[in-house]
């Protein structure tokens, strides 16, 4: 790790709005967003992902702020018949320039795996979209000591075949499943061990210089009160955020995190 990694490592404060807002309603609270965020420094970035129906508008509301636009999920191939899916040219297009890949909800409830990640994280980044991979354990393998090795294996699995050029363009984001939604957060210090576990897997793959730069977000449950103390860990380079971002002060408390 380098002596100073915030220096090279801008935090991301992400916004995951899930099944959440037509686009009028979307639309609204990225107005919100806007006025409270205006004046933002450019130290840190800020993104918002709206439901695929909402990119349009929240783009347009959104457009010449310093809050980028990400999509929840993203397809593999360019086009074809794969109805109900998405194209990394049509989220660009729309105004996108981040995409989550991998969230827990896709895998655990849509039968994502590993491999089908991995193909969307490199169309994502064949494209010039940067994407947001999550990982994370479930309270099941976290009880039965395993959340490391699951960890590592989501990110080998997604990471394979990558070279450092294509790492550099994404971000991980640390999801224990148990935390998303509960309300129950991981404590800094457990997410900060599985934050540096990460960064170590990453550079064995492809070397101390590019898991330096690599951005990890935590998320699950991440709140005004408790990223402050998130953000203190030296791993720790953002979060991914659900709940808390669909409110303007709560994600803007969050954005403006003192560490
Ligand atoms: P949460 O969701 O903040 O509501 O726990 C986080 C996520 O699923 O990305």
């Known amino acids: 790790m380098s002596d100073n990694p915030r220096v090279s490592r801008k935090p991301v ?3 995951n709005w899930k099944m959440h807002g037509t686009a009028a309603e979307a639309r609204r609270l990225a107005a919100g967003l806007r006025q409270r965020l205006a004046g933002k420094r450019g130290d840190r970035e800020i993104v918002v992902a709206p439901p695929y129906t909402a990119l349009g508008a929240v783009a347009d509301e959104l457009s ?3 809050i980028e636009i990400g999509a929840q999920n993203v397809h593999w191939e360019a086009r074809g018949a794969f109805t109900g899916e998405i194209s990394a040219a049509m989220l660009l297009e729309i105004g996108c320039r981040w995409v989550i890949v991998g969230h827990s ?4 409830l849509f039968g994502e ?6 193909r969307r994280a490199r169309a994502a ?5 940067a994407p947001i991979v999550c990982v994370g354990e479930t309270l099941a393998e976290r009880d039965a000591n395993r959340t490391l090795e699951v960890v590592e294996r989501q990110l ?3 990471l394979l075949d990558l070279g450092a050029a294509d790492i550099r363009s994404l971000c991980i984001a640390y999801e224990p499943v148990w935390a998303i939604g509960t309300g129950r957060t991981a404590t800094p210090e457990q997410a900060e061990e599985v ?6 897997v990453v550079a064995d793959l492809v070397g101390d ?7 990890i977000l935590y998320g699950g449950s991440v709140k005004p009160d408790n990223i402050d103390s998130l953000m203190k860990e030296p791993d720790i380079d953002g979060a991914l955020v659900g709940g808390a971002s669909l409110e303007v002060e709560s994600f803007a408390r969050i954005v403006e995190f003192r560490s």
């Open 156 to 158: 080998r699995g997604a």
């Open 195 to 200: 934050h540096a576990e990460i960064r170590r």
């Open 64 to 66: 010449g702020t310093p």
């Open 105 to 108: 909800e896709r895998r655990q």
């Open 113 to 118: 795996t590993d491999e089908n990640v991995k």
């Open 125 to 129: 980044i064949a494209a010039g979209l």
């Open 209 to 215: 210089e590019t898991s330096d730069r690599l951005r």
């Open 13 to 15: 404060i992400a916004g």
